[in-house]
């Protein structure tokens, strides 16, 4: 189940715009690096836990290859003729 509230946490009153931290904020919300990161977490959680855990470490393996498979590949250039 899942349970969507539209009002903010926070209220955020911008000053002036500031477009160098908007863009590290993007990228560490989204970005490739971002989802690599968290991809890492999972797996460094998910080998800290003892054996007597195994259905969370699998749970978190699990995420930990979901997230790790949405990080974009460069495909290689293509040979010139």
Request: proline share 9%; net charge negative; no cysteine.
């Amino acid at each position: 189940m899942f349970f969507q509230n539209d009002e903010l946490q926070y209220e955020v009153e911008v000053e002036e715009p500031d477009p160098h931290f908007a863009k590290l904020l993007q990228q560490a919300i989204g970005g490739a690096e971002g989802e690599m990161r968290v991809a890492m977490q999972y797996m460094f959680q998910a080998w800290a836990l003892p054996e007597e855990h195994s259905d969370f470490r699998h749970m978190l393996m699990e995420t930990a290859a979901e997230e790790s498979a949405r990080k974009p590949r460069r495909t290689p250039p293509s040979p010139r003729r």
